[in-house]
């Protein structure tokens, strides 16, 4: 095996798709674990928390911690504490994102005048109060700030609307620049992960389904690069990306193969042979 001391997945369209692990996944975390490298996993979407992500990985026949699970309402979580410790929350997101917020020791809010922080994510829960709410706190001077910029969640049946349809709305309503936006590809997010690595970048790789948030954040963090076209991405969207991966797989397992880089060679710094 061509090996990397890390393995950074995405999940929905990676790992699984809806409720079924995606070909080969199984075996090829098992095979990489029994070759003892590191496995984390990477999600953008906050409406499942740790627990749960690990307790679908379970399910799907890959034994996981909570402590190998990394989610935008988490690495939220840390920023707000970080930056901002003190203030009061308004959230336009579901049950799952409020809970790792609370659990963090922040403070919700739903009184406009007295919110300082408006975090907007996906939310299928989302209504008009909800926009008025955000529209009110900001017009009194609140900051905007998001999970993650996705525009659509893959599902077997297609997508649902995502995070970047709340931002959207939020922000043409009031005017204000969502900023940050702390999921992938942010470098918040790649701080959050290489903080949990303990590794140099060179010696990991990013492997997901989608090109602006998955194989951006890899190639701007100097991993490696696994795009699978198991979700989001197709060879067209690639093609028009400017984006370049190291490596393209139509399925997971092709990660144990050392002909698996889009041009058949397995050459360079970010593909030489890790013992």
């Known amino acids: ?18 409720d079924k692990a995606l070909p080969g996944a199984a075996s090829t975390i098992a095979a990489l674990r029994a070759a003892h490298r590191r496995t984390i996993f990477l999600s953008n979407n906050p409406t499942k928390t740790r627990q749960q992500y690990a307790a679908k990985l379970i399910g799907l026949g890959i034994p996981t911690s909570e ?7 988490v690495v939220m979580a840390k920023w707000l504490v970080r930056e901002a410790p003190e203030a009061r929350l308004f959230v336009v997101g579901e049950q799952p994102l409020k ?7 922040l403070r919700l809010s739903e009184q406009a005048d007295e919110i300082d922080i408006v975090v907007a994510s996906f939310d299928r829960t989302f209504t008009y109060h909800k926009l008025q709410v955000a529209f009110d706190a900001i017009r009194a001077g609140a900051r905007l700030v998001g999970t993650h910029p996705d525009r659509y969640c893959p599902t077997p049946g297609g997508g649902e609307p995502d995070a970047a349809a709340m931002i959207a709305a939020i922000e043409a309503c009031t005017g204000a620049h969502c900023e940050p936006i702390v999921g992938k590809p942010s470098p918040i997010m790649v701080e959050t992960v ?10 990991c790789i990013m492997v997901g389904d989608r090109l602006e948030t998955d194989m951006r954040m890899g190639i701007t963090a100097g991993m490696a690069t696994c795009l699978m076209l198991t979700g989001d991405a197709d060879r067209a969207k690639l093609a028009t990306s400017g984006l370049t991966p190291t ?15 889009p041009d058949g060679e397995a050459t360079g710094d970010s593909r030489r042979k890790r013992e």
Do not use: Q, W
Request: glycine fraction near 8%; avoid cysteine.
């Open 1 to 18: 095996m061509s090996m990397y001391s890390a393995y950074v997945f995405d999940l929905d369209g990676t790992i699984y798709l809806g």
């Open 67 to 73: 402590e190998d699970v990394v989610t935008s309402g």
């Open 99 to 105: 809970d790792e917020l609370v659990a963090a020791g």
């Open 194 to 203: 290489m903080a949990m690595l303990h590794l140099p970048p060179e010696e």
């Open 247 to 261: 490596f393209v797989l139509e399925r997971l397992d092709g990660l144990l193969d050392n002909k698996h880089a």
